[in-house]
T-cell receptor
Framework: DQQVKQNSPSLSVQEGRISILNCDYT??????FLWYKKYPAEGPTFLIS?????DKNEDGRFTVFLNKSAKHLSLHIVPSQPGDSAVYFC????????FGTGTSLTVIP | DTGVSQDPRHKITKRGQNVTFRCDPI?????LYWYRQTLGQGPEFLTY????????KSRLLSDRFSAERPKGSFSTLEIQRTEQGDSAMYLC????????????FGPGTRLTVT
């Protein structure tokens, strides 16, 4: 069963605009949520995380929002840059680590 | 330290053969993870080590799969009697003790079973 879901396989955004990537989860016992970025032929790279007791975490151009009642988190990238083009995975931790299926972001110059 | 390394990067094997992959984590990291990733999917958790102790195993890890981390440093993942369904990217990650399990991934080993 897919405990972490990313329902949008792809997203295209103009450079300078906001990118919003969404993720839904089913298990209310997850402790932390993380976002990873992946370029072709490389392993995923950690981007930002949020504890289950918080609702927002910001790091530069990246902000993650957590809505526990809706079991939903989102990653906002603003302003988007062409170098942000990659596949983004959300992940959740409990006793194991669960990844979503990824969203391919394309930032158009 | 240049990060997590995996060897080999690519492996082609015939069905029924055994294969072994190696992962060298970041030296100060005591946690080590193995994942499998197939096309269009996110990484799927296989197993996790805290130092040399294997603490969690996914139900995806069938009897044909075994992982070791004998001295709490590098780890090996062996697949016996490979099947075509084992074809995937095998990722290793490591992390240090901490509140947030920020994992650093290696480049992966791509296995093709013919």
């Amino acid at each position: 069963d897919q405990q972490v879901k990313q329902n949008s396989p792809s997203l295209s955004v103009q450079e300078g605009r906001i990118s919003i990537l969404n993720c839904d989860y089913t298990n209310s016992m997850f402790d932390y949520f993380l976002w990873y970025k992946k370029y072709p032929a490389e392993g995923p790279t950690f981007l930002i995380s949020i504890s289950s007791i918080k609702d927002k975490n910001e790091d530069g151009r990246f902000t993650v929002f957590l809505n526990k009642s809706a079991k939903h988190l989102s990653l906002h990238i603003v302003p988007s840059q062409p170098g942000d083009s990659a596949v983004y995975f959300c992940a959740a931790t409990g006793n194991q680590f669960y990844f979503g299926t990824g969203t391919s972001l394309t930032v158009i110059p | 330290d240049t990060g997590v390394s995996q060897d080999p990067r690519h492996k082609i094997t015939k069905r029924g053969q055994n294969v072994t992959f190696r992962c060298d984590p970041i030296s100060e990291h005591n946690r080590l993870y193995w994942y499998r990733q197939t096309l269009g999917q996110g990484p799927e958790f296989l197993t996790y080590f805290q130092n040399e102790a294997q603490l969690e195993k996914s139900r995806l890890l069938s009897d044909r799969f075994s992982a070791e981390r004998p001295k709490g440093s590098f780890s090996t993942l062996e697949i016996q009697r490979t099947e075509q369904g084992d074809s995937a990217m095998y990722l290793c990650a490591s992390s240090s003790d901490g509140e947030v399990d920020e994992q650093y991934f290696g480049p992966g080993t791509r296995l093709t079973v013919t």
